[in-house]
């Protein structure tokens, strides 16, 4: 426990769910980006998932929607403190992107329209734990929060869980992204507070 | 799991002290703090502050430093402005109750994208939206002290004259500082002697205040989500590279 502040509360918590150290809860939809927001027209999207022999798999945005869509209800937590509980998306499970996919890489470097990236253990995209959403509560994912398509791995700190996603590079060797080489975690687990380089 | 990275040390929570308070409007607050092994920081970077309550209950918020550290009698200082946030948990103590010589747990400097190198020569546009002046505020008080001649032109939409943060001191540096510009927009009411009515800011604010695209300025822009996005959308519009234009939002939220 840190040193008291003198006259410090905190907001009435006795109902107070169960979140990770050093967050609070907001009903609100925070945007937090590091440049502009891309546009992207569905007629032109792609997904890529290019393996680490150079082997490239892609789906349009036709194809993304033909396959089988999960409806994933999950706590969101950003790295600025705020979380997000029982949000409701609709997306593909990277299981299914990554089934039939040949590869004997352990990293994941996910990277979006606009330029952004973020690194991933690939084993971290899989066992129902991460999805390409592109409909958030019920209504298409708006620009502002990655639409069309975002990653979604709700178990990390939310910049994990690219926007604008356009696809993912996997490697034998980890590469820090975007976020991870400006100070952030590089692996960035909520419940371990894993914020920043060294955390 | 950081195969690639070299192993960093981690930014450790320390104390601070409330040493100096400045009230710049209504709504917002300068806290000055004395901390005592603060590493340094470049402008545009943020601190995190935590709160402890005699239970253990602890809250932490994300603020962007104002300016370069200064010394102190005790260690270097370094300062925030707070917008007080309606129904906040957060900012209502340090604007309240947080009193002189008290102290509060921080972190930093964090982030490092969202800030200015002085060696980099290209100009400068800031756009900046209510509170969204303070990450910008510091990069014009490191301009100044480091001696730059880089090129700053400054944007800052606020809803009327008092709501301004940092009024005098800007006056007093569009005025002194060579080659910084200083143009407002207001929002819902206009002083006397300001030309035009309340407005957003819109392409002719942005043509008529900020750089051209083919000068390749940086431009930095930080205020409201909604704010922030619609500048943004303006400037590429106009034809500047989305990988020149830096961007920092803030929600409502406590």
């Keep these: 426990m840190g040193i008291v502040s003198p006259g410090f509360s905190g907001r009435p918590r006795t109902q107070e769910p169960a979140l990770p150290p050093g967050q609070y809860l907001t009903e609100d939809f925070p945007v937090l980006s590091a440049g502009p927001t891309p546009r992207v027209s569905l007629d032109t999207w792609e997904f890529v998932i290019s393996a680490e022999n150079g082997t490239e798999y892609r789906w349009s945005w036709q194809e993304l929607m033909a396959l089988p869509q999960e409806t994933p209800m ?5 790295v600025t403190h705020w979380s997000k509980l029982g949000t409701t998306w609709q997306g593909v499970s990277l299981d299914t992107l990554l089934d039939g996919v040949d590869t004997g890489a352990h990293f994941a470097l996910a990277h979006s329209y606009g330029g952004y990236t973020t690194n991933l253990p690939l084993d971290d995209l899989r066992g129902g734990r991460a999805w390409v959403a592109h409909t958030f ?3 298409p994912l708006p620009a502002e929060h990655g639409g069309p398509a975002r990653l979604l791995v709700p178990h990390l700190y939310f910049w994990k869980s690219a926007k604008w996603v356009r696809g993912i590079r996997l490697k034998t ?4 992204g975007f976020w991870e080489t400006a100070g952030y975690h590089d692996y960035g687990d909520p419940w371990r507070e894993q914020r920043y380089q060294g955390d | 799991m950081a195969t690639g990275t070299p192993a960093r040390a981690p930014i450790k929570w320390q104390v601070a002290r409330l040493v100096e308070r400045r009230v710049e409007t209504a709504t917002a607050q300068t806290l000055v703090l004395e901390v005592p092994d603060w590493p340094g920081h470049l402008p ?12 253990g209950y602890q809250a932490a ?3 962007s430093i104002a300016g370069p550290a200064v010394d102190g009698p005790g260690g270097p200082r370094i300062e925030v402005t707070v917008q007080r946030v309606p129904d906040g948990e957060v900012s209502p103590y340090l604007i309240d109750v947080f009193g002189a010589g008290d102290p509060v747990e921080v972190r930093g400097p964090l982030g490092g994208w969202f800030i200015w190198r002085s060696e980099d020569t290209a100009p400068v546009q800031l756009v900046a939206g209510g509170s969204g002046i303070v990450p910008l505020m510091a990069m014009i008080r490191a301009r100044r002290a480091v001696g730059s001649k880089v090129p700053f032109r400054l944007i800052y939409s606020v809803r009327t004259a008092q709501d301004v943060i940092y009024a005098d001191e800007l006056r007093r540096r569009g005025r002194d500082d060579f080659g910084l510009d200083v143009a407002y927009v207001y929002t819902r009411e206009a002083p006397d002697g300001w030309r035009g009515e309340p407005h957003r800011v819109g392409l002719a604010d942005v043509n008529t205040h900020g750089w051209p695209p083919d000068l390749e300025p940086l431009t930095y822009v930080c205020g409201p989500t909604g704010f922030v996005e619609a500048v943004a959308d303006l400037l590429v519009g106009l034809g500047h590279a989305s990988r020149r234009i830096r961007t920092e939002r803030f929600g409502p939220t406590g």
Excluded at chain 2, 44 to 55: F, S
């Design chain 1, 74 to 78: 999950v706590d969101i937590h950003c």
């Design chain 1, 137 to 139: 509560d019920g209504a």
């Design chain 1, 173 to 176: 060797m980890d590469e820090p």
């Design chain 2, 44 to 55: 545009g970077q943020h601190v995190d502050v935590r709160l402890t309550a005699p239970d």
């Design chain 2, 61 to 63: 918020r994300s603020y």
